[in-house]
């Protein structure tokens, strides 16, 4: 359940407004008016709790339980106690997230930490550096040489944006965050300690030992891209290192130079991914792979 400690609800919502919302069948119209205060697992419901079930096995955990309200599948609604709003849909995980999106929209759109609106003067920001309406940069950030930032992005404390990149509107840019040689697009969220356009693992040997290739290339990311922590992402060598729409990167991957991920891509935590490699659109990927291949 939600941490009311972290996680305020932002709103009051009812059952009627859950209909309104995701267009879900409520069962029974008396429950219309009941109050959702939390989201829960079935296991940890309390009062006020809506929870979400997508197999039977599930549904014998809610017997007994404190939950108001749960999304269902028309084939298990018959298999929940009446004493629980009953909420039918083809799509309740989806549904259920919808609500949580709406009742702790911080949870998912991150705040500044103090509170504040605009730019901090404790940061650092280079005079040449152009910045939308409503960005919001914390102490501590820097914005280096004839960087550009769209409205509405927040730069957390300890960020740093190499000179010349560009940063679209509506950008979460979380702390110890390092961006250089890149063009980001519009709602994009880099998670804590994300690496950006950093030089790739490129040598050549030579008479005389090992020598660094030149890294000439960018980093390209498009709209709506989440990047996990820790995770780091090369320039490319000549050509660009290309993270396609919507994609959504986990913590601690690696993306090596002159790779390019197609649109709507799910990648999981400590995946590898070799330099020049293409990955289409609609890929996954499971946690601790390695791949040299290309997928399309």
């Known amino acids: ?15 009627a407004d859950l209909v309104k919302l995701t267009g879900a069948k409520l069962l029974n119209p008396e429950f219309s008016n009941t109050v959702i205060n939390t989201l829960s697992s079935v296991e940890s419901a309390r009062e006020g709790s809506l929870v979400f079930i997508e ?3 599930l549904s014998d955990a809610l017997l007994g339980s404190s939950a108001v309200a749960v999304f269902c599948t028309s084939d298990i609604a018959f298999k929940v106690p009446e004493t629980i709003a009953i909420l039918v849909t083809s799509t ?12 702790f929209p911080a949870s998912v ?33 820097v914005i280096a040489k004839n960087v550009e930032v769209g409205s509405g992005t927040l730069i957390s404390s300890t960020a740093v944006i190499g000179e010349n990149c560009r940063i679209g509107r509506d950008c979460y840019i979380a702390p110890k965050v390092t961006v250089q040689y890149s063009l980001i697009g519009d709602r994009v969220y880099i998670y804590p300690g994300v690496c950006i356009g950093q030089d790739g693992f490129g040598y050549v040997k030579s008479a005389v030992g090992v020598e660094k290739i030149p890294h000439l290339g960018r980093v390209i990311i498009q709209d709506g891209v989440e990047i996990g922590a820790n995770t780091t992402i090369d320039r490319g060598t000549f050509d660009d290192t290309i993270i396609g729409e919507g994609s959504k990167i986990d913590n601690l991957v690696q993306i090596a130079h002159n790779v390019k991920i197609g649109r709507y891509c799910l990648i999981a935590a400590q995946c590898g991914i070799a330099g020049s490699t293409f990955i289409g659109d609609m890929s996954q990927l499971g946690e601790v792979l390695e791949l040299r291949i290309i997928l399309q």
């Open 1 to 15: 359940m939600a941490d009311t400690f972290f996680f305020t609800p932002s709103r009051r919502l009812t059952v």
């Open 109 to 141: 759109r991150p705040i500044p930490w103090f509170g504040q609106k605009g730019i901090s003067p404790h940061a650092h920001i280079h005079s040449s550096a152009k910045l939308g309406n409503d960005v919001c940069v914390e102490a501590g950030a």
């Open 55 to 57: 197999n039977q096995k």
């Open 92 to 103: 309740p995980q989806r549904d259920f997230a919808q609500v949580g999106r709406v009742l």
